[in-house]
């Protein structure tokens, strides 16, 4: 890889870092390098002290390649960029739990009992942690091989730090800072950190554009829906970005990873997308297991991307080494002892026997042709004959049912992955049987590209749009069954917008399943799936995904019908609502109002207002002074011996007359405590 052309470095024009600034996108860049006595040190880590020393092992052992998947590279320069993501403890800074409670946690937080998912209670829980849970390292590693040296070469990798899902800003901004570190040194991150200090504050389901020296990155940012509710970051949700129905727009990403290459890493194993789709949607833990690190966290990527525009709460590992705190507990469990809801992606071999009882297994990719493993061509390339039509359903299964292609079939399931330490295979080890059947139409409009690698690319940027606009498709409708409890409803004609809203439909687990299977599940699922659609709901509820994603849509469905309710408040003529209200509506209106009075005086004074605040708050003073004047006069004097009302009503506007059908003229104006009766 080599960095962009466009890109200069001047130092006249050098760009001071501010750290608080670049805090918005980076938490730190490093500078990791692998030393043969004392292994993996970190040489620079700016800014400096923002890591623990747990957390700065956790990075180091993360940012390069496993040893034991690494095979013999004769070229003097190897680059490669990958991407890892791990927990943060609660010793740390910012950490939220030990690695002895993190099991713990993670069952609390994405496992539900059937009686909470039976009976959930709506809340707009929007602080779920006060601090970022996870950290993402982005990683260009070089590889440099020198006879001179020990060992006959080097590695070292330059390490940006992040609290967000952000692989399609940092892998470019990589393939510039990390050739740029190997040519200038430690001046490359000072001038990165300048540039990445001005960027604006992240904007989430938006195009960016993000200054480095004389390039530009232009980048897509994931939609707020898609990303956790941490740090304390309120990203603000419409009820439209999580609608129902596809986006208009096909280039407005729905999810995380949305520029993942789907294709091209499952390539091989085209028919078992569906399988993988259930699979995270009801977070069953996943094993991925591929030659190199680019490979595997490619595959981990493309795998959470298929469930957009659903939060996927499982936790992923794009690279998972053994080193990680959690591989204790994991290496820990026995047969029959339950997996926690993660897709891991690894390179170590040796995963296949310390998590030998991991259900799901998943084989991808295909090693460098001077790997010492044993490849089958067939399967490792997942290469496909050139056909100009596309993928024709004979050409996607492995091969044409025969005696020979049975037998291998057998032999494969017989042998188990543990076959991987012999010989490489793209293939899938599961018992799970799918409920969706794959979609023959979706595959045959796929393109062949051939051997051309040129046209390869841009082919699978088609193909990749093909499959994720279906998978969207599939999601969207899966998920459309329970919009009937995130429908927000504005005031009827006539009635008053000052009252509190309805409360949203109550959400029960055993009505909705009966509800579903009276109805059905709709004509594009019923044709995609068996007769036992029902039973993937069931595991669905019951999963990881469900509660998270249904709390988050249920707290904005409540948000939007709190706007338009607002909204409509704004747009009231109180004098003609109150004409054909009873007295004691009226004194019910009254309180409403100066109720939300106050609640808007008090987001003003927290900082907390939004732009029309100001606005609003005059409409419902004036309101509250016209239904304050048409109160019989000991009403009036009663609401006015509360200090904090009467101050509400002082500064009204000049006397008028409100005349009420069936009551004497009331004249407008704050009436002293004093006055007659």
């Excluded at 006595?37 to 400096?48: D, K, R």
């Excluded at 699979?279 to 297991?289: M, T």
Aim: include cysteine; charged fraction near 20%.
């Amino acid at each position: 890889m080599s960095r962009s052309p466009s890109f200069s470095v001047k130092s006249e024009l050098s760009v001071k870092a501010d750290p608080d600034a670049m805090q918005r996108w980076v938490l730190a860049f490093c500078i990791i390098r692998f030393d043969l006595e004392q292994g993996q040190l970190i040489e620079e880590c700016y800014p400096p002290g923002c890591l623990t020393q747990e957390e700065e092992l956790e990075v180091a052992f993360s940012s390069f390649p496993d040893s034991v998947s690494q095979h013999q590279n004769r070229s003097s320069i190897h680059d490669c960029i990958f991407f890892f993501r791990f927990q943060r403890h609660k010793h740390s800074k910012q950490g939220n739990g030990t690695s002895s409670e993190i099991s713990e946690i993670d069952d609390k937080e994405t496992s539900s009992t059937p009686d909470e998912v039976k009976s959930i209670r709506r809340s707009r829980s929007t602080d779920i942690s006060k601090s970022s849970k996870y950290l993402y390292g982005y990683v260009f590693n070089r590889q440099r091989h020198d006879e001179r040296l020990k060992r006959g070469g080097e590695q070292k990798s330059v390490v940006i730090l992040s609290h967000g899902p952000y692989y399609s800003v940092f892998r470019p901004l990589l393939q510039i800072m990390g050739p740029l570190y190997f040519d200038i040194g430690r001046k490359a991150i000072e001038h990165i950190a300048g540039y990445v200090s001005l960027w604006p504050s992240p904007v989430p389901g938006k195009l960016m554009e993000l200054p480095i020296g004389n390039a530009m990155l232009k980048v897509n940012l994931p939609p707020a829906h898609s990303l956790p509710l941490e740090s304390g970051i309120s990203y603000e949700e419409s009820a439209s970005s999580m609608a129902p129905f596809l986006p208009s727009n096909p280039s407005v990403p729905q999810g995380l990873f949305h520029d993942s290459d789907i294709f091209g890493t499952f390539r091989g194993l085209l028919l078992q997308l569906w399988l993988l789709w259930e699979l995270l949607l009801i977070g069953e833990p996943i094993l991925i297991i591929a030659p190199t690190p680019p490979q595997c966290c490619e595959a981990v990527a493309s795998l959470v991307s298929l469930v957009a525009p659903l939060l996927c709460s499982v936790d992923f590992r794009p690279y998972f080494t053994i080193h990680d705190p959690d591989f204790a507990q994991l290496n820990a469990l026995q047969e029959g002892d339950k997996y926690p809801p993660m897709v891991l992606g690894v390179t170590n071999l040796f995963f296949l026997k310390a998590l030998r009882y991991i259900p799901h297994i998943v084989s991808v990719g295909s090693p460098a042709p001077s790997s010492s493993r044993v490849t089958i061509a067939s399967r490792s390339t997942g290469r496909i004959p050139a056909k100009q039509e596309g993928f024709g359903l004979q050409q996607l299964s492995l091969k044409k049912f025969s005696p020979s292609s049975l037998f291998n079939a057998v032999k494969l399931r017989r042998d188990g992955p543990l076959c991987l330490m012999t010989e490489h295979k793209e293939a899938i080890w599961s018992t799970y049987v799918a409920t969706t059947k794959p979609d023959t139409s979706i595959l045959n409009r796929l393109i062949d590209a051939g051997m051309s690698p040129r046209v390869e690319e841009s082919m699978s940027v088609v193909n990749n749009e093909i499959l994720r606009r279906h998978f969207l498709e599939l999601t969207t409708n899966f998920l459309a069954p329970f919009g009937p409890y995130f429908r927000a409803t504005t005031p009827s004609e006539g009635s008053s917008p000052y009252a509190d809203p309805p409360p949203l439909p109550p959400f029960n687990a055993d009505d909705f399943l009966m509800s579903l299977s009276a109805r059905g599940v709709g004509k594009f699922l019923s044709k995609r799936m068996r007769s036992n659609w029902l039973d993937l709901y069931r595991r669905f509820l019951k999963g990881p995904n469900f509660l998270p994603w249904f709390q988050r849509r249920l707290a904005i469905a409540e948000n939007e019908q709190h706007r338009l309710w607002r909204q409509a408040r704004m747009k009231t003529d109180i004098h003609l609502l109150i004409t054909k209200m009873p007295e004691l509506e009226i004194v019910d209106c009254f309180n409403a109002i100066e109720r939300h009075l106050l609640g808007e005086m008090q987001l003003q004074q927290s900082g907390r207002a939004i732009s029309d605040s100001a606005a609003m708050c005059q409409k419902l003073k004036g309101d509250l002074q016209v239904v304050f004047n048409v109160l019989p006069n000991d009403m009036q004097q009663l609401l006015l011996l509360n200090p904090q009302r009467a101050a509400l009503l002082q500064g009204s506007s000049s006397p008028e007359l409100t005349k009420l059908p069936g009551r004497p003229s009331i004249q407008v104006g704050v009436v002293s405590s004093n006055s007659p009766r």
